[in-house]
T-cell receptor
Framework: GEDVEQSLFLSVREGDSSVINCTYT??????LYWYKQEPGAGLQLLTY?????DMKQDQRLTVLLNKKDKHLSLRIADTQTGDSAIYFC????????????FGRGTSLIVHP | DSGVTQTPKHLITATGQRVTLRCSPR?????VYWYQQSLDQGLQFLIQ???????AKGNILERFSAQQFPDLHSELNLSSLELGDSALYFC???????????????FGQGTRLTVV
C-alpha cells in the first residue's frame, strides 16, 4: 500500500469549513506537511507540523496530528473559492534525509 | 514565485526521443529534487542531488538520469521516451541535504512533458 493516503476529492460550499484527511504509515515520521497546488502551478508549502505536536493553527488553517493513529488533518475555516486546489499531505522520515513522501493529493472544489 | 525556475514549461516529443529538463534552484540552495507527477502514480520522488553529488534515488527509471552542475543548476535527462512518460516533472530545492532538517522544499512550476 501507499505510504501516505488521502481521499481524492472534497467538495464544499463557500463559507463552510473544509477538512482534508491523510493517513501515513511511517511511525518515525518527523515532519508532516500540507502543500497546495493551484492549476498550472507548482506545490506551495501551506503549513507543517513537527511530530511531537498535536495541533498547529495558522490563521484559517488548523492542522491536527494523531500520532497514535498516524492521522493528519487540515481544516480550512471559512473556505473561499480561491482555496480550490489540490492539497498534498507529505511526511519526512527520521534519519536525516529530507525527502518528503507525498500522498496523491485531494482536489478541493469550493462552490458558491 | 518560489525562486525555482524550470524550463521549458511545456514539451511535446515523439516516442523514442530524448529530452532534457532544466532546473535552476533558489539562490543558495544546495539540494535539488526531481519529482514526477502523473495521474495514476501521484507525485513520485525521482532523485536528489546535493552540491553536485547524487544523494538519494527514488523511483527513477534507468532510461532517466540527472546531474547537478557546479553552478547548482540541474538537468533531468529522459531517453527512449514512452507514452507513459507523459507527466508533469517538478524540480524542488532546499538549502540543506541529509543530516539537516529543512522545513520546506520550494517547488518550481514544473515542465509538462507530452510524449506522442
Amino acid at each position: 500500500g501507499e505510504d501516505v493516503e488521502q481521499s481524492l476529492f472534497l467538495s464544499v460550499r463557500e463559507g463552510d469549513s473544509s477538512v482534508i484527511n491523510c493517513t501515513y504509515t511511517d511511525s518515525s515520521s518527523t515532519y508532516l506537511y500540507w502543500y497546495k497546488q493551484e492549476p498550472g502551478a507548482g506545490l506551495q508549502l501551506l503549513t507543517y507540523i513537527f511530530s511531537n505536536m498535536d495541533m498547529k493553527q495558522d490563521q484559517r488553517l488548523t492542522v491536527l496530528l494523531n500520532k497514535k493513529d498516524k492521522h493528519l488533518s487540515l481544516r480550512i475555516a471559512d473556505t473561499q473559492t480561491g482555496d480550490s486546489a489540490i492539497y498534498f499531505c507529505a511526511e519526512t522520515p527520521s534519519g536525516g534525509s529530507y525527502i518528503p513522501t507525498f500522498g496523491r493529493g485531494t482536489s478541493l472544489i469550493v462552490h458558491p | 514565485d518560489s525562486g525555482v525556475t524550470q524550463t521549458p514549461k511545456h514539451l511535446i516529443t515523439a516516442t523514442g526521443q530524448r529530452v532534457t529538463l532544466r532546473c535552476s534552484p533558489r539562490s543558495g540552495d544546495l539540494s535539488v529534487y526531481w519529482y514526477q507527477q502523473s495521474l495514476d502514480q501521484g507525485l513520485q520522488f525521482l532523485i536528489q542531488y546535493y552540491n553536485g553529488e547524487e544523494r538519494a534515488k527514488g523511483n527513477i527509471l534507468e532510461r532517466f538520469s540527472a546531474q547537478q552542475f557546479p553552478d547548482l543548476h540541474s538537468e533531468l535527462n529522459l531517453s527512449s521516451l514512452e507514452l507513459g512518460d507523459s507527466a508533469l516533472y517538478f524540480c524542488a530545492s532546499s538549502p540543506a541535504g541529509t543530516g539537516d532538517y529543512d522545513t520546506e522544499a520550494f517547488f518550481g512550476q514544473g515542465t509538462r512533458l507530452t510524449v506522442v
